[in-house]
């Protein structure tokens, strides 16, 4: 049985009280969607699982996204097909019914993961694409030093990524995506060169990660970063990614073929 939270969302987030304001800090980033599209290969018909707001689904010519947060589903533009009220573990499709599928963002909220990308390849006759992080990877950001247990929940949430390329079975590539300096898809590393930003509380809420943690972690956060940014301690360390046009961090594309 699929664990659903109170606006309808699968996993561990309730988007119904994190999500108001998701849409305007993660915001699609072109490059990123690039990489993307790279990946589905120009497949036709396309499936987004987990598609939230439906960011990049502009990187696939037809879509059919699948959102079980009825929060999410809220805030699709007008423009973009409605979503499917489901969860990855139960997809409401035929075998082969899509030439590709993708999932961004989405993997480390479900409930089972294996289960998830094991309906996904079902109904999938081409390559199944995942955008995601490398939990082996996210303690490397510099946000470890000032917020440990954000990262220690990132690197908890998000799936191995040599497990998720059992579950999809086949033949795959693992990607590492470059995240530019002027990100727009305000996940934490999207800042790593803009370090003032995780200092406004709706720009941490529209990172999941941030909702795990109690008051006392933020405000020591809050302290520490800004005491930093302050005196130039933060500078002295990471000053250089101030400028650095892109940065190689955790965010991955695992793109599996049957």
């Known amino acids: 049985m699929n ?3 109170r606006d309808g969302g699968a996993g561990d ?7 108001a304001e998701y849409a305007s800090y993660r915001q699609p980033d072109a490059r990123i969607a690039q990489f993307i599209a790279e990946a589905l290969a120009g497949a ?3 499936l987004n699982v987990g ?3 439906g960011s990049y689904e502009s990187a696939a010519r037809s879509v059919t996204a699948v959102e079980p947060s009825e929060s999410m589903r809220a805030q699709r533009p007008a423009r973009l097909a409605r979503a499917v009220d489901a969860v990855a573990e ?4 035929a075998d082969g019914e899509f030439d590709a599928a993708m999932t961004l963002f989405s993997v480390h909220q479900w409930s089972d993961v294996a289960a998830g990308l094991r309906e996904m390849r079902r109904v999938t006759r081409g390559p ?3 955008l995601t ?5 996210v303690r490397d950001f510099w946000l470890y030093e000032y917020a440990p247990e954000v990262l220690d929940t990132e690197a908890r949430r998000f799936p191995p990524i040599e497990d998720m390329a059992a579950a999809l079975g086949g033949t795959g590539t693992i990607q590492t995506v470059p995240i530019p300096l002027d990100c727009t898809d305000g996940f934490n590393e999207a800042y790593y ?3 003032d930003m995780l200092l406004d509380p709706a720009v941490r809420q529209a990172c999941s990660a941030w909702s795990f943690i109690d008051d006392g972690v933020r405000e020591r956060f809050d302290e520490r970063l800004r005491r930093d940014l302050e005196s130039g301690a933060w500078d002295e360390r990471y000053g250089h990614l101030r400028t650095q046009p892109t940065y190689e961090g955790s965010l991955v594309i695992v793109r599996a073929n049957p």
């Open 3 to 5: 664990t659903r939270t």
């Open 44 to 46: 036709q018909a396309v």
């Open 193 to 195: 060169g803009r370090p």
């Open 13 to 19: 987030v309730d988007y119904g009280t994190i999500g």
């Open 133 to 137: 992080c490398d939990p082996k990877l």
């Open 51 to 53: 598609a939230g707001a």
């Open 128 to 130: 199944v694409v995942v």
């Open 90 to 93: 139960d997809l409401p499709f």
